[in-house]
């Protein structure tokens, strides 16, 4: 009996040590976390004319109700045509990140073709893409890789910026991210990138307007 009892003690104490030792690796974390919540002000895909201004509209946080601290990374060159990416980043208590993203055109004047239309890649299936104006210069691609066919996930925003030039920057589509590099365009003709996604291989693709 007194050996029973001994033992009971024994396991009675080393569950009160485990449970310390918990409480020390568990000490200072919240049992709830609230994901950082980003919310844009203002536009998220904006353009604006070479020599013209780009004031940023900022951005909102939240953790859960309570308001907290954005980091903004990127500028925008209103003298340079391009695509520019304002890159914000918000962090809880317990150092969840959130990202959110403004993308900036900077439009030449020399970029006046209007680019609409369908699209064929040359190789691979031969999948067809469809180019729309959303306003002004920013255009959406719903086939960015020529794909057979495409799902909501790969249709990507991209600018027109200059004389033979597009620019497609990182975004985050419907279950997915897309980015493309080496991007140019003959007005009328064709147009070509490189997608950068893990389930796309690194060659470039051209697109011939049918």
Same mark, same amino acid.
């Given at each position: ?20 030792? &918990?409480?020390? /690796?568990?000490? *200072?974390? @919240?049992?709830?976390?609230? !994901?950082? =919540?980003?919310?844009?002000? *203002? &536009?998220?895909?904006?353009? =604006? ?14 953790? *859960?109700?309570?308001? +907290? ?7 925008? %060159?209103?003298?340079?045509?391009? /695509?520019?990416?304002? &890159? ?8 969840? @990140? ?16 209007? +680019? ?8 691979? =299936?031969?999948?067809? @893409? ?18 057979? /066919? ?9 600018? !027109?910026? %200059? ?6 920057? !990182? ?16 007005? *009328? =003709?064709? !147009? @070509? ?18």
């Amino acid at each position: 009996m007194k050996k029973g009892l001994k033992l009971i003690l024994i396991a009675l104490t080393l569950f009160a040590a485990f449970s310390c030792e &918990e409480d020390k /690796v568990t000490e *200072g974390i @919240s049992s709830i976390t609230y !994901y950082p =919540v980003i919310t844009l002000k *203002g &536009e998220q895909w904006n353009q =604006v004319p070479v020599g013209g201004t780009f004031t940023d509209p900022g951005v909102t946080a939240k953790e *859960g109700d309570k308001e +907290i601290e954005v980091k903004a990374n990127g500028t925008v %060159d209103t003298k340079t045509p391009g /695509v520019y990416v304002i &890159e914000y980043t918000a962090v809880n208590k317990d150092g969840y @990140s959130s990202i959110e993203y403004r993308y900036v055109g900077v439009i030449s004047a020399a970029a006046t073709a209007d +680019i609409s239309g369908s699209y064929k890649r040359n190789a691979g =299936v031969f999948g067809v @893409s469809k180019v729309a104006k959303v306003a002004g210069n920013l255009y959406t691609a719903d086939n960015v890789g020529g794909v057979a /066919v495409p799902s909501p996930g790969e249709t990507v925003y991209f600018y !027109y910026f %200059d004389k033979g030039k597009i620019g497609c920057p !990182y975004q985050l589509t419907s279950g997915n991210a897309f980015e493309c590099t080496t991007a140019s365009i003959k007005e *009328g =003709v064709s !147009y @070509s990138w490189v997608v950068i996604n893990p389930l796309f291989g690194t060659a470039l693709r051209t697109f011939v307007k049918q």
